[in-house]
């Protein structure tokens, strides 16, 4: 049997509905932040999953050192 959602009016609650009404806004709220922030984590880790397995290849090479400067000296490319 489905529940009927009833409309709770606020300014009709007392001190301990108030209470519990806003505990239940505020768990509610924070419980919905953290699924958000778990699923776009998530997501993160899967795309930069996703994103190594696809640099690896066979045919390139290793990173090599081409040249290498000291760090005090000025930069012109920039």
Avoid: C, Q, W
């Amino acid at each position: 049997m489905p529940e009927e959602k009833r409309e709770i009016e606020y300014d009709k609650l007392n001190v301990l509905g108030k209470a519990v009404y806003l505990t239940g806004a505020v768990s509610r709220l924070a419980a919905s932040a953290i699924d958000r922030a778990v699923h776009r984590a998530v997501d993160v880790a899967v795309d930069t999953e996703r994103a190594f397995r696809e640099g690896l290849d066979d045919t390139v090479e290793d990173a090599k050192i081409i040249a290498e400067r000291r760090r005090d000296e000025t930069d012109t490319d920039l």
